[in-house]
């Protein structure tokens, strides 16, 4: 369902929402808001029920609490959007916790599943399951946020990172059978158990990033 303000909301969206993520780090900018959007909106074809304006929403504001620090980001994106009385234009307070927890629990090393298939959907299209966008996120935040790491400090993070997170028994779970992430995933573990293939990826991305 797409409600009668969705233009409204879109152009709000775009204009006060979006932009904020310009301050945030190389792997989090507009870019990565619009991926999560445009991904929410097409695995909301496969369910019917959900209100594709209100998921928007969340996926746009996912993130917004980065501007605090990323270790409990997720948190205060849902305490942004709670607080933010521009929603109410459009939404119910109901609707706005719901919106909230979407937000909230999109966080891969949350420690319980998404409450809601709103969350579900954000939480899956956050994701971006895509090996080389994988490697360079995770480079990018090493260099924003462990500045000291040499060539082969930022190596030893990445492979850390790739095992805790994405490689078999990782912390990361998908939650929306329709999106292509299962198949993504497959792929980018053949490349983390190919650990010549991962150095030479990673010695090419680093010398062009």
């Known amino acids: 369902m797409i409600r ?38 097409r695995l909301a074809k496969f369910y019917p029920e959900v209100d594709e304006t209100m998921l928007l929403v969340a ?44 937000a909230e629990d999109h966080r891969a090393s949350s420690t319980h599943a998404p409450r809601t298939i709103y969350g579900r959907l954000v939480a899956e299209s956050d994701r971006q399951i895509v090996p080389e966008t994988v490697i360079i996120r ?18 030893q993070r990445l492979l850390e990172h790739l095992h805790e997170k994405y490689a078999e028994g990782g912390y990361l779970q998908l939650w929306i059978p329709e999106s292509d992430n299962a198949h993504r995933l497959a792929e980018l573990r053949t490349l983390i158990n190919d650990t010549p293939r991962l150095r030479a990826t990673f010695d090419t991305l680093y010398n062009k990033i």
């Open 4 to 41: 009668n303000f969705h233009d409204e909301i879109v152009a709000f969206l775009e204009t006060e929402i979006v932009p904020l993520y310009d301050n945030f780090d190389a792997g989090h900018q507009r870019d990565h808001a619009h991926a999560v959007m445009e991904t929410s909106h």
């Open 59 to 102: 996926a746009a504001y996912h993130d917004v609490g980065l501007a605090k620090g990323r270790e409990h980001h997720h948190t205060d994106s849902a305490i942004f959007m709670r607080a933010d009385e521009r929603l109410l234009s459009w939404f119910t307070p109901e609707e706005i916790d719901l919106m909230a927890d979407a």
């Open 138 to 155: 995770t480079m990018q935040y090493s260099r924003s946020h462990f500045p000291g790491l040499d060539k082969e400090g930022q190596w």
